[in-house]
């Protein structure tokens, strides 16, 4: 065991600025994937996505 250890979540995303921020830039990635057609910014998983589906 830890006794000086206090293990808490990641925070950053429930900032009230996260908050009201996330649905314009989720509506902002969103259009440039469709109208761009490229990948998006922040995928982790590329090699799962087929983005020639997509397109």
Not at 26 to 47: D, H, I, S, W, Y
Request: glycine share 8%; hydrophobic share 40%.
């Amino acid at each position: 065991t830890l006794d000086n250890c206090t293990v808490t979540t990641h925070m950053a995303g429930t900032t009230k600025d996260a908050l009201l921020n996330a649905p314009k830039l989720l509506a902002q990635r969103m259009l440039c994937l469709v109208q761009e057609g490229g990948e998006p910014r922040f995928l982790v998983n590329k090699e799962e996505v087929g983005f020639h589906r997509l397109r």
